[in-house]
């Protein structure tokens, strides 16, 4: 009995190391790897010209625009008309989240008057999909990368804690972060259900996902609705390594070949 004992302890221990630690290393040594896109092809010659065709590009949770910065550059060297969704941190309340990404959805489309693409990373891929789902007037296609879509928590233990101090904080009062109601109360009742719900089927969507993610259940990520695609990234590197943003821009490159289902009058 102690041998199994010591087994199952230390079984334990290697776990609790797993879901704890290799998260952090796994991602800070994807982190180095940020500027492997900028010697790549893909960057150094661009074989698609998206021709101002604008898209909103939403960050995950504890993202900031220079966290951003290689996808958003991609973007716009590919002529894209990229813009950041105002999600800040990406800690707030989810319905926020998404009515102020709407808005600013909102003003891309008539300031271009054409429908966007969404692309979202992690948090901001569900945000993404509830929008595509409300807003499917002014979205040309949804790609998501390494969001957990079919479970508004499907994440890795780790994070989950720290979710839970983050929404303890903000369950007390303090504004800007999201609540531990967002979970199962009101105020995020719609998007719950607009994030499991029906998809529209005019607009193209496609979830890019690694089941090397040690954030994200790569599970969480198979929407019914999408299109998989599956590339081998560490979570956070879903927005810089050159492996998921030769999927991306070939995603897109698939949507801009289908034809825009209306054109919208800029005002």
């Known amino acids: 009995m102690d041998n199994l004992t010591t087994v ?13 630690h290799l998260p952090l290393l796994h ?3 994807a982190l180095a790897q940020r500027a492997e896109i900028k010697i790549h092809p893909l960057w150094t010659a661009p074989s698609l010209d998206a021709q101002d065709q604008p898209l909103l590009l939403i960050g995950g949770l504890c993202s900031t625009a220079q966290l951003l910065e290689p996808l958003h550059d991609l973007m716009v060297r590919l002529n894209f008309r990229c813009q950041l969704a105002p999600t800040g941190l990406g800690i707030g309340c989810g319905e926020a989240l998404v009515r102020r990404s709407e808005d600013k959805l909102e ?3 008539h300031a271009t008057g054409r429908p966007a693409i969404i692309v979202g990373h992690s948090r901001g891929g569900q945000i993404g999909r509830v929008l595509a789902t409300r807003r499917p007037d002014l979205t040309r296609g949804l790609i998501t990368l390494g969001s957990p879509l ?3 928590l ?3 233990p780790w994070l989950f804690a ?3 101090v983050i929404a303890m904080v903000g369950s007390l009062g303090v504004p800007g972060l999201l609540r531990a109601s967002c979970g199962w109360g009101s105020c995020c009742a719609q998007l719950r259900r607009d994030l499991a719900g029906i998809f529209p089927g005019n607009v193209p969507f496609t979830s890019i996902y690694s089941r090397g993610d040690r954030i994200v259940d ?3 990520c198979l929407d019914p609705a999408a299109r998989h695609r599956e590339v081998d990234s560490a979570h956070g590197a879903l927005t810089w390594s050159p492996r998921s943003l030769v999927a991306l821009v070939d995603e897109l490159t698939e ?3 289908q034809p825009e289902e209306q054109t919208l009058t800029a005002s």
């Open 150 to 152: 079919t479970r508004l």
């Open 8 to 20: 199952a302890a230390e079984f334990l221990v290697r776990r609790v190391v797993d879901w704890l």
């Open 255 to 257: 949507m801009l070949q």
């Open 154 to 156: 499907g994440v890795n």
């Open 162 to 164: 720290q979710l839970s």
């Open 218 to 220: 790569w599970r969480s």
């Open 107 to 109: 003003r891309l489309v």
């Open 27 to 29: 991602e800070a040594k």
